[in-house]
């Protein structure tokens, strides 16, 4: 009796942890990436997440991040940037003790190619996580891979996939793993909506997440008529 006491005991404690994890919700991220010329080689980029563990509801994390890019080539492009990341690291309410605040340095070098219809970026990034929780802060580093392949359906219309490899420079070095896809919507010249579905892959939980996503690009450089 005592056994069977601990046995279903045990299944309660894990099923009840499960469930504060979120796993089973589908969550949303709200996305907005800019990148905005300003002179031949070089751009600015900025970005804006925030994600839930619920499409509308249950804060999960804030993203900010803003970098220079400078463009070796239209095929090309090298990146050094700034992030600042404010993580409620918990599915349940349970205010100011779950919170992680991160500020991060990340290079970054893209490449892209296109075979026959198909657009393919390849990302390579380095992290430097300087990462606090209150009582404690530490210092990781980590690297990703993304492999991204565009597919235009019409002028407006088109395909959105990626996947996304994290690997830990230290301790475990699977961190996560990324795998998407989307319907895009170019609206105007420099303007696209992407409506899509992430699959977020860690070691030990996996979460769904829709996601909705504004692109702006516009030249911030000043016309030759203007600057006559």
């Given at each position: 009796?005592?056994?069977?006491?601990?046995?279903?005991?045990?299944?309660?404690?894990?099923?009840?942890?499960?469930?504060?994890?979120?796993?089973?919700?589908?969550?949303?991220?709200?996305?907005?990436f800019?990148?905005?010329?300003?002179?031949?080689?070089?751009?600015?980029?900025?970005?804006?997440?925030?994600?839930?563990?619920e499409?509308?509801?249950?804060?999960?994390?804030?993203?900010?991040?803003?970098?220079?890019?400078?463009?070796?080539?239209?095929?090309?492009?090298?990146?050094i940037?700034y992030?600042?990341?404010?993580?409620?690291?918990?599915?349940?309410?349970?205010?100011?003790q779950?919170?992680?605040?991160?500020?991060?340095?990340?290079?970054?070098?893209?490449?892209?190619?296109?075979?026959?219809?198909?657009?393919?970026?390849?990302?390579?990034?380095?992290?430097?996580?300087?990462?606090?929780?209150?009582?404690?802060?530490?210092t990781?580093?980590?690297?990703?891979?993304?492999?991204?392949?565009?597919?235009?359906?019409?002028?407006?219309?088109?395909l959105?996939?990626?996947?996304?490899?994290?690997?830990?420079?230290?301790?475990?070095?699977?961190?996560q793993?990324?795998?998407?896809?989307?319907?895009?919507?170019n609206?105007?010249?420099?303007?696209?909506?992407?409506?899509?579905?992430?699959?977020?892959?860690?070691?030990?939980?996996?979460?769904?997440?829709?996601?909705?996503?504004?692109?702006?690009?516009?030249?911030?450089?000043?016309?030759?008529?203007?600057?006559?």
């Amino acid at each position: 009796m005592r056994k069977l006491v601990a046995i279903v005991i045990f299944f309660i404690v894990a099923i009840t942890q499960a469930q504060e994890t979120g796993e089973d919700k589908l969550g949303a991220w709200y996305m907005y990436f800019g990148m905005n010329k300003v002179s031949e080689r070089f751009s600015i980029h900025s970005e804006a997440q925030f994600r839930y563990y619920e499409t509308t509801s249950n804060f999960n994390q804030l993203l900010l991040r803003i970098g220079l890019n400078y463009h070796i080539s239209p095929e090309a492009i090298a990146t050094i940037g700034y992030g600042y990341i404010d993580t409620d690291t918990s599915f349940e309410d349970i205010p100011n003790q779950n919170k992680l605040l991160e500020n991060r340095i990340f290079e970054q070098f893209i490449l892209k190619n296109k075979v026959w219809e198909l657009l393919f970026e390849h990302r390579f990034r380095f992290e430097q996580r300087f990462l606090n929780s209150g009582n404690s802060s530490d210092t990781q580093h980590r690297a990703r891979y993304r492999l991204q392949i565009t597919l235009p359906l019409t002028n407006t219309f088109f395909l959105n996939f990626y996947d996304e490899i994290f690997l830990n420079l230290q301790d475990e070095i699977f961190g996560q793993n990324r795998l998407y896809a989307a319907l895009g919507l170019n609206i105007v010249e420099n303007l696209s909506l992407q409506l899509g579905y992430l699959k977020n892959h860690f070691s030990t939980t996996n979460f769904d997440r829709l996601q909705v996503g504004v692109f702006y690009n516009p030249d911030l450089r000043r016309k030759k008529s203007e600057a006559k």
